[in-house]
């Protein structure tokens, strides 16, 4: 099932209306979703696709920010997130491979 079937609401696995950036910079769930009985198959949804991985990402970047995580481990998770973001991107699409 997609997003697009009749009985799923227009946000449903949208990423940045079901799990956005807060003001601190850090993800959080909205209230309105917190009462929706799809909460976890829409959040499951918004977090498969590429833009989960950049989710993924941020987690990644802050917990070598925090000291939890080392250079090496870093530089080893995001360039396996990197690639993975890489192969799901459209055919002809160029991700940086910066960082």
């Not at 498969?48 to 939890?68: N, P």
Request: proline share 5%.
């Amino acid at each position: 099932m997609t997003r697009h079937h009749r009985n799923y609401p227009s946000c449903f696995g949208r990423l940045d209306i079901v799990f956005p950036k807060g003001k601190s910079g850090l993800r959080q769930t909205p209230p309105a979703c917190l009462s929706c009985t799809r909460k976890i198959e829409c959040l499951r949804s918004a977090m498969a696709g590429t833009e989960g991985l950049q989710v993924r990402e941020e987690v990644v970047d802050r917990a070598y920010s925090s000291g939890i995580i080392s250079f090496w481990e870093r530089w080893s998770k995001k360039k396996d997130l990197k690639r993975r973001i890489a192969e799901s991107a459209p055919k002809g699409v160029k991700i940086s491979e910066n960082d």
